[in-house]
């Protein structure tokens, strides 16, 4: 190999090395950001709703560096194979996680309004979802770090039990309404935040399927595992 051809290589390498970098960072923000959603509604913590919502500007830069650089390969490096389904699915994926921080923000935001840190309705289910959600999320970016299948493919199979959660919190909060009217107010709070969560739990699994395409070249069923009733369209 020539010492020109070489260093194109080396160039093209390093160019992909810096590309799964960038993604990794923006996984590891949108892990953080998820957390701290979390924290603010099940502990009423305003200082973690504050770290939510200031992260996000980092993740929506990340997301237009790391098109930039998708860009880039492939108008000069024209990858193949392996390396262009790589390329590709980076934007679907850095996309996903985009919106995994908008829904982050959107729960620290509305965990918040006074009516919900007021409120004495139970936040235990709501806790179940976000433990659950973030746990999935954690290994949709483990697998996208080590490229690993199996781990996509057991985030994949787990969204049934998001489902069948925030399907239950659905109806908790229904009855609490009914029951008195008081409760309109958080619980409305309260189940745009389990549908954030609920979203977030669709996002890392859809980060799961693209890790999943891009390790094996195959392609997951189009219609995922999911747990009955949807409450609210998904």
């Known amino acids: ?21 960038m993604m990794a960072r923006m996984g590891g923000l949108v892990e953080r950001q998820t957390s701290q959603a979390v924290a603010a509604i099940a502990d009423r913590d305003e200082n973690a709703a504050g770290i939510a919502a200031d992260l996000d500007p980092q993740v929506d830069a990340l997301e237009r560096d790391v098109e930039a650089m998708v860009i880039r390969i492939l108008a000069l490096r024209s990858p ?8 590709v699915s ?9 919106r995994i921080g908008d829904c982050a923000a959107s729960i620290a935001r509305r965990s918040l309004r006074a009516e919900l840190l007021a409120s004495r309705i139970s936040l235990s289910g709501l806790r179940s979802m976000g433990r659950l959600v973030q746990d999935n999320l954690r290994r ?7 490229r690993n299948p199996d781990l996509a493919r057991e985030v994949w199979q787990s969204d049934t039990a998001v489902d069948e959660l925030y399907n239950a919190m659905f109806r908790e909060l229904v009855t609490y309404m009914m029951e008195d009217p008081r409760n309109i107010g958080p619980c409305t709070h309260l189940l745009f935040i389990a549908k954030n969560l609920e979203r977030i739990g669709d996002h890392a699994t859809n980060i799961a399927e693209r890790v999943y395409y891009t390790a094996t070249g195959e392609i997951l069923p189009v219609v995922r595992p999911r747990g009955g009733f949807s409450g609210q369209g998904s």
């Open 1 to 21: 190999m020539g010492q020109e051809s070489a260093h194109i290589v080396r160039s093209y390498e390093q160019e992909l090395e810096q590309l799964r970098s």
């Open 80 to 87: 193949v194979a392996g390396d262009l389904r790589e390329v």
């Open 90 to 98: 980076a934007l679907k994926i850095t996309g996903d996680m985009e």
């Open 140 to 146: 949709a970016i483990d697998a996208l770090s080590q």
